[in-house]
Nanobody, 128 residues
């Protein structure tokens, strides 16, 4: 059974940084592509970033480009999301998800149904 546990969320001010981590247990991370999604109050869950199994490719939502960086450390079974220059509109619950599938391009990794396992989420609040 694969389990994903997110950590690193919190309350920060606009312009601050946070690093979210997604710890994968139950199977080695090598087999999985991993994505980050977020859901703001009253809104649908949306794609943020993803990294392929080999880490050769990364994908970002337009809102995350230039500010967020996704990376993976297979030796620690962890995927990180470094978030810089945070804005109030980044406030949301952030979820990581893992997929056994190999996607063709960004459209695959940005789609929720592409993922097989989900974490419980971690709250990120950006407010002055």
């Amino acid at each position: 059974q694969v389990q994903l546990i997110e950590s690193g969320g919190g309350l920060v001010q606009p312009g601050d940084s946070l690093r979210l981590s997604c710890k994968v247990s139950g199977r080695t991370l090598n087999f999985y592509g991993v994505g980050w999604f977020r859901q703001a109050p009253g809104k649908e869950r949306e794609f943020v970033a993803a990294i392929t199994q080999s880490a050769v490719r990364t994908y970002y939502a337009d809102s995350a480009k230039g500010r967020f960086t996704i990376s993976r450390d297979n030796t620690k079974n962890t995927v990180n999301l470094q978030m810089n220059s945070l804005k109030p509109e980044d406030t949301a619950v952030y979820y990581c998800a893992a997929t056994r599938s190999f996607g063709y391009d960004r459209s695959d990794y940005a789609t929720e149904v592409f993922y097989h396992y989900w974490g419980q989420g971690t709250q990120v609040t950006v407010s002055s």
